[in-house]
């Protein structure tokens, strides 16, 4: 995924931009960057590889090495940035958050009669973000650019710039995939992912941009450049996964989303009779958590913590590039809590359930600690479709996917014919899928989240929803 942070100030914003972008930490492990603006020594920039520790270590020094009045910054899952570039446009920093398909067409296409080159990285691969400036740098200005770059891309960007005159220009997707909120002080601007960021260094809302509204940010104001337009399909996993909890998008809660999504799986299972004599219900922790207090609420069953993850020292298992030391250290994190386990008939809430490997080794250590038994919910409805516009659930092959492997052991690559019954726990079809899965990973019962549960829960028009991952509908 990824996320970006910047500011323009009357004063030094170094700090609070590193503040910022530390704040999108939960999008992105792989690169975090720094780009500012000083009247005296003009635009400067740094990477540094966050794989292996946080953001904030690996910036803790940056205010011996740059300063300025205007800073852009990201947390990136994919390629380093912000990138500096130098164009018939002028100098400029450059940060963006999506993906990028065709790139290899878009380099054919657009570059190769050139003969221009690009800096190519391990394996000749471009740098999206890179990729991103040649094609803005294409057109006259900036607006037009973006605007092009956009339109060929097969996938997202969403664009943070920082000119070589200290302003921001800030361009959201063309259909709001993602969000962009901006903010205001007495001093400034901020232009942020996550809107709670910003509230944390003391900004008050200012406003959300649209689908593909284009701005300049400078202390004097905000001008816009090109006016948002009508169509969006912003993400629906802002409010059930990556979302931070104390954020809002287009108005809505995130946390309080994931409540009144637990909510609607507890009533569905009690108009089901699927609400069996539970001890407590418990989400898998963390990002689980919030939509188990919703099912626990409703259901009138106990809440508890069975288990405990121990982050401190290892707070992400995914780290270490063996898949054997992540799992090795996904299993040292879950610490038992042997009066909520042993003999207990257990109920628990996943965001989502995409490959489920790590889910098979939850259930698997629950057993081993004296459970009696261990149902699962999903928050989510079966992900039948690797997404395609952002990284989250994006996956090499849809192959990957639980549901999907599923379904061609049940049905043959016919099944995939067939993938909106398979969603749908009142068909023959969506019960195999939910029969199989529970036997595969040892749940006493398992059930997924409707989608018209999902979206009720969010409480936004459908048509304004992507939802690509789990109907295939763009």
């Known amino acids: 995924m990824g996320g970006f942070f910047g500011i323009v100030s009357d004063k030094d914003c170094l700090l609070d931009v590193f503040f910022g972008i530390d704040y999108h930490s939960h999008l992105g492990t792989k690169r975090g960057g720094i780009a500012a603006y000083d009247s005296e020594i ?33 947390i990136s899952d994919t390629d380093p940035q912000p990138m500096l570039i130098r164009s018939a446009l002028g100098t400029y920093a450059i940060c963006t958050v999506g993906i990028i398909n065709n790139a290899n067409d878009l380099i054919d296409k657009y570059f190769a009669a050139s003969h221009g080159h690009f800096d190519a990285m391990t394996g000749g691969k471009v740098n999206s973000t890179e990729l991103l400036a040649a094609l803005i740098d294409l057109k006259g200005d900036f607006v037009e650019g973006i605007k092009f770059a956009q339109s060929v891309i097969d996938g997202t960007a969403s664009v943070l710039i920082l000119k070589e005159n200290g302003n921001i220009i800030a361009a959201r997707d063309k259909v709001g995939r993602i969000p962009i909120a901006v903010g205001k002080n007495e001093d400034g601007y901020a232009v942020s992912f996550e809107s709670f960021a910003y509230a944390k260094l003391g900004y008050e809302d200012f406003k959300e941009l649209g689908p593909a509204e284009i701005v300049e940010i400078s202390t004097k104001g905000i001008t816009q450049l090109s006016a948002p337009g009508k169509e969006m399909r912003i993400c629906s996993f802002l409010w059930s996964y990556y979302g931070y909890p104390t954020s809002s998008y287009e108005g809505v809660s995130v946390e309080m989303m994931r409540y009144r999504n637990g909510e609607i799986m507890a009533q569905n299972d009690y108009k089901n009779g699927n609400l069996y ?21 409703e259901s009138d069953i106990p809440f508890a913590r069975a288990f405990i993850k121990y982050t401190p020292t290892w707070s992400r298992s995914f780290t270490p590039t063996k898949q054997a030391e992540r799992s090795k250290v996904a299993k040292m994190k879950l610490i038992p809590v042997p009066e909520l386990v042993k003999d207990k008939k257990l109920l628990f809430v996943d965001d989502s359930i995409v490959r489920g490997t790590q889910l098979k080794e939850t259930v698997d250590f629950l057993y081993e600690n004296g459970a009696k038994e261990v149902h699962m919910r999903s928050a989510c409805p079966p992900i039948m479709y690797g997404c395609k516009y952002l990284n989250f659930s994006r996956a090499t092959s849809d192959m990957e996917l639980i549901a999907r492997r599923t379904i061609l052991e049940l049905e043959g690559e016919e099944g995939f014919n067939h993938l909106e019954e398979y969603s749908d726990s009142n068909t023959e079809r969506g019960k195999n899928l939910r029969n199989s ?26 048509c304004k929803l992507c939802t690509y991952c789990w109907n295939g509908k763009e």
């Open 277 to 297: 004599k539970i001890d407590y219900v418990g989400g898998v922790p963390d990002s689980g958590t919030p939509h188990a207090i919703g099912y626990a609420n």
């Open 42 to 74: 003009g635009l400067q920039r740094k990477i540094h590889n966050i794989e292996n520790s946080p953001f904030r270590t690996k910036f803790e020094h940056i205010f011996e090495e740059m300063q300025g009045t205007s800073a852009i910054g990201c």
């Open 437 to 462: 899965i529970c036997n595969k990973f040892n749940f006493a019962s398992l059930e997924f989240q409707s989608l018209e549960g999902l979206i009720k829960s969010i409480g936004i028009e459908p």
